[in-house]
T-cell receptor, first 117, second 119 residues
Framework: GDSVTQMEGPVTLSEEAFLTINCTYT??????LFWYVQYPGEGLQLLLK?????DKGSNKGFEATYRKETTSFHLEKGSVQVSDSAVYFC????????????????FGTGTQLKVEL | DTGVSQDPRHKITKRGQNVTFRCDPI?????LYWYRQTLGQGPEFLTY????????KSRLLSDRFSAERPKGSFSTLEIQRTEQGDSAMYLC?????????????????FGEGSRLTVL
């Protein structure tokens, strides 16, 4: 079945450091790929997405490129801030979706990011 | 607040008791999902509704679990005869309809979750 593997945390960085969180996937179909973020005390929020190979998703200074050849979707940010401290989840969605065209996501285990001053 | 809301936010119960969680999705969303998240893990899919129809259930959803969405609006997730292994965060999400077959908008809107602790 489909699966997502992401680097274990916690990742601790100083403010303005460069961030990379690795994510690789296994899928039987041709998935769409996502990064979700969970800030302390809040629900999961979509951070960015990419629906086909070589697409780059971007939002709030974060970027990730859909690499079909390496089955990867690594999250990057050039300069992190304390406010980026959160848990980041990589996820995929099988294009075939659920019956009736729903959107079942398969998540990785999450990577906690701590950014310090 | 027009987001997905879940109630209660926290529930502590004794083993063997029944518990029920409620989810109110974003009003124009016809798709509703339940996920379960345990400590250190990502959310795992439990079940999915399109309007009032429950279209898929995960093998994680044992016979003790039942979900309903009677009028295609709010949904309930009931766990009967709770076990300690049921302790988890139960997440609800909703989404808009996809635009034609094979086109997935991708975004699920999640609530803040209902945390269950079974003693």
């Amino acid at each position: 079945g489909d699966s997502v593997t992401q680097m274990e945390g916690p990742v601790t960085l100083s403010e303005e450091a460069f961030l990379t969180i690795n994510c690789t996937y296994t899928a039987t179909g041709y998935p769409s790929l996502f990064w979700y973020v969970q800030y302390p005390g809040e629900g999961l929020q979509l951070l960015l997405k990419a629906t086909k190979a070589d697409d780059k998703g971007s939002n709030k200074g974060f970027e990730a490129t859909y690499r079909k050849e390496t089955t990867s979707f690594h999250l990057e940010k050039g300069s992190v801030q304390v406010s980026d401290s959160a848990v980041y989840f990589c996820a995929l969605s099988d294009r075939r979706g659920l019956t009736g065209g729903g959107n079942k996501l398969t998540f990785g285990t999450g990577t906690q990011l701590k950014v310090e001053l | 607040d027009t987001g997905v809301s879940q109630d209660p936010r926290h529930k502590i119960t004794k083993r063997g008791q029944n518990v029920t969680f409620r989810c109110d999705p974003i009003s124009e969303h016809n798709r509703l999902y339940w996920y379960r998240q345990t400590l250190g893990q990502g959310p795992e899919f439990l079940t999915y509704f399109q309007n009032e129809a429950q279209l898929e259930k995960s093998r994680l959803l044992s016979d003790r679990f039942s979900a309903e969405r009677p009028k295609g609006s709010f949904s309930t997730l009931e766990i009967q005869r709770t076990e300690q292994g049921d302790s988890a965060m139960y997440l609800c999400a909703s989404s808009l309809p996809t635009m034609g077959t094979g086109t997935i908008t991708g975004e699920l809107f999640f609530g803040e979750g209902s945390r269950l602790t079974v003693l």
